[in-house]
């Protein structure tokens, strides 16, 4: 195959690493394949707009059909953003017998399997690597480098803008909207950086992750979610004070056949190895039966390493190509789905009081855990200057998440307790 002519639907933050990449590395890129890189078209809203690399302006259209269409594009890469128009637009290239690769872990995430079914038909690829974890290579360590192993957990910190939020947080005593709004400058935050700080998008990823890492076919609404926007520094404090560091992860865990995913704030031992993932970085931590424990690390988002897993999916969409394969890698879920019923999850809790300063105080709160059978790991207590409050701070052993819950409710309603809150404690 002397010739690939690709076809970009948007030029934005990856969009522009992609071009930057292809018209940088062109000739290394070339030899990699064997075959010429030609970049057709290119599908922006705004066609005046200044752009951060430059590009041949007669290449940029708002005409989609102008690629769609088009029967010299072989290859559409989708770097727009949202679920619709990129869903319609891909599932006419895909009828169109043009391979596609895409970043959207939103479209990935709620009509992935339909659009994997549909490349299938058409002897189409599909790839989408960059849509989790932006340039850490983990959809095709699941699928290949790890397919002989059997997945247990995976814990990752998957989302670039809480992990910075919660970094600035906890290194720099930045204060939540000043670390958001600088996560937004550097471009690793979403068009709406709701979807990042409520956890959605990491609960996106976890999705991709659980269908490739297990074969279930795990939908959003099966998944667990609580984002990081009541996460106070408080709580950073006094986590810190315990000995753990507070992340936003998912959490997608099988055990005889029930998946149990989730994602939020929880604490992790200074000495686990998410820990001391800072910033934008993300890590995806793997417990295979075989292999052990695992942990993919790297930049999680950003212009060039998403480019890179963009570009790396082309290279392997041009090799298939050449060999006459496309269409052969889809992977689909083929087990059935089966939650983990919550009477089942065991965890270890962080709870914060905020008691009357007086006596018996901590024995009444103490006691209660003891009566419920909850014992107890650590605790910090420390004087609020200036009122008759204290703090306490208090680490679990692991107990059923529901018998916990109910503490939790019976402690809320002690004399002494003035507000309280909990979460999640991950083992070291
Ligand atoms: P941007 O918002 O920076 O860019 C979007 C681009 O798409 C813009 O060029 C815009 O055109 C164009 N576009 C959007 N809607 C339309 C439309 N209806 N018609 C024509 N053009 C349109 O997005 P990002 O580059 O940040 O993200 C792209 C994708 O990659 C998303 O799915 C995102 O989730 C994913 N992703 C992003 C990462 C990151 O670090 N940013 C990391 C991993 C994945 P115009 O320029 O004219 O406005
Ligand atoms: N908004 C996402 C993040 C971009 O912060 O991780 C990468 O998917």
């Known amino acids: 195959m002397d010739k690939v002519s690709i076809g970009l639907l948007g030029f934005g933050t990856v969009g522009t690493g992609v071009v930057r990449l292809l018209s940088k590395d062109r000739e290394r890129l070339e030899e990699r394949t064997g075959t010429k890189i030609h970049l057709e078209k290119v599908l922006v809203r705004n066609k005046n707009r200044p752009r951060k690399v ?5 290449k940029l259209t708002t005409d989609v059909h102008e690629i769609l269409e088009n029967p010299n594009i072989d290859i559409v890469i989708e770097l727009m953003g949202g679920i619709e128009n990129p869903y319609r637009y891909i599932l006419r290239a895909l009828r169109n017998k043009k ?11 709620s009509c992935g399997e339909e659009l994997l079914i549909e490349a299938r038909k ?19 360590s699941l699928t290949d480098s790890l397919a002989a192993d059997r997945i247990q957990k995976m814990i990752g910190i998957v989302n670039g803008t809480t992990n ?6 906890s290194h720099e005593g930045l ?3 000043k670390a958001l709004a600088s996560a937004q400058a550097l471009g690793f935050a979403e068009a709406d950086p709701t979807s990042d700080v409520e956890g959605l998008d990491a609960a996106r990823k976890m999705v991709i992750l659980s269908h490739l890492a297990y074969s279930i076919p795990v939908r959003l609404d099966d998944v667990k979610i609580m984002g990081i926007t009541d996460i106070t520094s408080e709580d950073i404090f006094y986590a810190q004070k315990l000995g753990y560091t507070i992340k936003l992860v998912g959490i997608a865990e099988v055990s005889n056949g029930d998946i149990d995913v989730r994602v939020e704030p929880t604490l992790l031992p200074d000495g686990h190895p998410l820990a001391s993932v800072d910033n934008e970085n993300n890590a995806i931590y793997v417990y295979g039966s075989a292999l052990g424990e695992t942990m993919f690390y790297g930049p999680g988002a950003g212009e060039g390493p998403t480019a890179v897993s963009v570009v790396s999916d082309l290279i392997s969409v041009i090799r298939n190509m050449s060999l006459g394969v496309t269409g052969n890698h889809i992977f689909l879920p083929r087990k059935e789905l089966h939650p983990r019923k919550d009477n089942l999850v065991e965890s ?8 009357k300063d007086q006596p018996g105080t901590f024995s009444s709160i103490t006691d209660l855990f003891k009566d419920q059978g909850i014992s107890l790991e650590r605790l910090y207590q420390e004087p609020v200057p200036g009122k008759e409050i204290a703090e306490i701070a208090i680490v679990t052993h692991v107990a059923s998440k529901v018998l916990f819950e109910k503490t939790f409710e019976m402690l809320k309603k002690l004399e002494v307790v003035l507000e309280a809150k909990y979460l999640r404690v991950e083992r070291g």
Do not use: Q, W
């Not at 391979?99 to 995430?109: G, P, R, W």
């Not at 910075?164 to 947080?169: A, G, V």
């Open 99 to 109: 391979n596609v690769i895409t970043a959207n872990k939103d479209l990935m995430a």
């Open 122 to 140: 058409n002897h189409c690829d599909l790839y989408y690597e960059a849509s989790v974890a932006g340039g850490i290579p983990i959809l095709r």
């Open 54 to 58: 430059l590009i041949d302006n007669r």
């Open 348 to 355: 270890r809790f962080f709870v914060r009081l905020h008691v």
């Open 175 to 177: 204060p939540y909207n």
């Open 164 to 169: 910075y939020i919660l970094s600035k947080m």
